[in-house]
Nanobody, 124 residues
Framework: QVRLTESGGGLVQAGGSLRLFCSSS????????VGWFRQGPGKEREFVAA????????YYADFVKGRFTISRVNALNTVSLQMNSLQPDDTAVYYC?????????????????WGQGTQVTVSS
């Protein structure tokens, strides 16, 4: 069983940066693919970024390419999402999730466990 917890959210001005963290209790996160998703006000949850279990492949939504970076810190059992050049449209609750198969995917329904989310608010 794996329980995920997100941290690092907050309020930032447009153009600023935040780093989100996804940590796990239970089995090591290095066993799974990990994805980040977000849900803005009145919007559906959407894919942001993912990394496979071996950290050999990363996936990004087009709207974050060049701005966000997903990476693992295995020693801390953590996956981070570095977010730069944030814009008001990036305002959302950000969720991490793990996919037990380990391959990584952009498909929300393929993920097996989810965290509770962390709020990111970008002011203009």
């Amino acid at each position: 069983q794996v329980r995920l917890t997100e941290s690092g959210g907050g309020l930032v001005q447009a153009g600023g940066s935040l780093r989100l963290f996804c940590s796990s209790s239970g089995r090591a996160l290095s066993s799974y693919a990990v994805g980040w998703f977000r849900q803005g006000p009145g919007k559906e949850r959407e894919f942001v970024a993912a990394i496979n279990s071996r950290s050999t492949t990363t996936y990004y939504a087009d709207f974050v390419k060049g701005r966000f970076t997903i990476s693992r810190v295995n020693a801390l059992n953590t996956v981070s999402l570095q977010m730069n050049s944030l814009q008001p449209d990036d305002t959302a609750v950000y969720y991490c999730a793990c996919e037990f198969g380990g391959t990584g995917t952009t498909t929300l329904s393929s993920y097996d466990a989810w965290g509770q989310g962390t709020q990111v608010t970008v002011s203009s």
